[in-house]
């Protein structure tokens, strides 16, 4: 247990409605990033925060996507109008920067299958 | 172009020996770079980061950085049975290649 916690672990969906996912970070963290990984791939960043500040979107992040996090604190990921294609595991990891060793944490993630 | 490529594998070793990992990088102006390693199911743990070309070693795990080839890789002495999952190379803000699967045979 890396400290990253994310909600539900496990997530199946038809097609067309919207999920979201939660991801808690450490608690003194304040950069925390979304990533997405298929079978056979590694994780493709998707957006990070600093803070409650959303400083990069990948382009692999459509409008059907969007995160937030409100207090600095936990952050969601929507996705709405789900694809067949958006079938992944999406990954949480959190670090503090300005350390010297600048480990990234990462969360179990959340397994979404769209029927 | 990949921004980050490795092999995909698998790469199978016998126990004991020593298992290269390799990895190359698109950005020439990349500072950072780290291997993960990730079990069938879970998420990736982080091994080593390295900054500064040359070698860096940490117990049975040396990362070796080549920033004018563009080239990092990742030594494993005495390779383990338990050693057996895929390494990730990520690079600054972590973009990750596809992985390299790692099969280490008793």
């Known amino acids: 247990d890396t400290g990253v916690s994310q909600d539900p672990r496990h997530k199946i969906t038809k097609r067309g409605q919207n999920v979201t996912f939660r991801c808690d970070p450490i608690s003194e963290h304040n950069r925390l990033y979304w990533y997405r990984q298929t079978l056979g791939q590694g994780p493709e960043f998707l957006t990070y925060f600093q803070n409650e500040a959303q400083l990069e979107k990948s382009r692999l992040l459509s409008d059907r996507f969007s995160a937030e996090r409100p207090k600095g604190s936990f952050s969601t990921l929507e996705i709405q109008r789900t694809e067949q294609g958006d079938s992944a595991m999406y990954l949480c990891?959190?670090?503090?920067?300005?350390?010297?060793?600048?480990?990234?944490?990462f969360g179990p993630g959340t397994r979404l299958t769209v029927l | 172009q990949k921004e980050v490529e490795q092999n995909s594998g698998p790469l199978s070793v016998p126990e004991g020996a020593i298992a290269s990992l390799n990895c190359t990088y698109s950005d020439r102006g990349s500072q950072s770079f780290f291997w993960y390693r990730q079990y069938s199911g879970k998420s990736p743990e982080l091994i080593m980061f390295i900054y500064s070309n040359g070698d860096k070693e940490d117990g049975r795990f040396t990362a070796q950085l080549n920033k004018a080839s563009q080239y990092v890789s990742l030594l494993i002495r005495d390779s383990q049975p338990s050693d057996s999952a895929t390494y990730l190379c990520a690079v600054d803000k972590l973009i990750f290649g596809q992985g390299t699967t790692l099969q280490v045979k008793p």
């Open positions: 990891a959190s670090r503090q920067t300005g350390t010297a060793y600048n480990e990234q944490f």
